[in-house]
């Protein structure tokens, strides 16, 4: 049976952590490719590989899958739509829970797909981040099912909540797989699913050749 794709990405950078000149060449040949997938959305190619750089160091060690994120730079909707997200709520009334952690500009993350917090819910995920981590938000998430391909397999393990967003003040937003494909909801903060998993990035990220630190306020 093969891997969904986020697995391949996982196994392909996690023996390097993302770092050495081979590390550094299948990076780049993967942000190729995103950068390919965003061309739909008018973003050109060059924007893209401007954001080429190895994974920053100090990352925890499961901030592997490397994610082009657009941020606010292209309309939300419009990204979700390009991933056949169907979204169940107004996505203009999300709100950073951890203070400027949604980008103007695209940025290359470094994420996990939720399978670390697997069982945990987002009130508890939100309070215990390592170092150098941050909660993912709908934008990440969104990102995350644009540059997968097989993403619906990844849904189809797991849902994936998305804690770096507050909607309705005590909800999260959370992917899911439907028959019609994958869709947006949000759900309690406090709520333990044990088939669910919160999604996490680096708060480290790459934009034209700078490392920038994602300022984290509680």
């Known amino acids: 049976m093969a891997f969904p794709y986020a697995i391949k990405l996982i196994i392909m ?22 950068a390919d997938i965003y061309e739909d959305l008018g973003v050109t190619k060059d924007a893209i590989m401007k954001l080429l750089a190895p994974r920053p160091e100090g990352l925890p060690a499961y901030l592997i899958i490397p994610v082009v994120t ?5 309309d ?31 940025h290359l993350i ?20 390592e ?3 941050r909660p993912a938000t709908q934008y990440d998430g969104v990102a995350l099912g644009i540059v997968i391909p097989d993403f619906r397999k990844v849904l189809k393990n797991h849902p994936l909540n998305l804690p770096g967003t507050s ?8 992917l899911h797989d439907w028959k019609e494909g994958p869709w947006l909801g949000h759900c ?12 996490t990035c ?10 920038i630190t994602s300022r984290i306020s509680s």
Do not use: C
């Open 188 to 199: 309690i903060v406090r709520l333990v699913d044990p088939d669910s998993g919160s999604a």
């Open 202 to 211: 680096g708060s480290i990220s790459t934009s034209g050749f700078l490392y």
């Open 167 to 174: 909607v309705l003040d005590d909800n999260a937003p959370y």
């Open 13 to 34: 950078f996690s023996g390097e952590l993302g770092q050495g000149k081979e590390a550094f060449a299948k990076l780049s040949s993967e942000l190729e490719r995103q």
């Open 131 to 133: 170092g150098n981590e």
């Open 70 to 74: 657009l941020g606010t730079s292209v």
């Open 76 to 106: 939300l909707k419009r990204q979700a739509d390009l991933a056949g997200i169907k979204a169940y709520y107004d996505l203009s009334s999300g709100s950073d829970t951890a203070g400027g952690i949604t980008f103007d500009v695209p």
């Open 110 to 129: 470094w994420m996990q797909d939720g399978s670390k917090y697997l069982g945990k819910s987002v009130e508890w995920v939100r309070s215990h981040l």
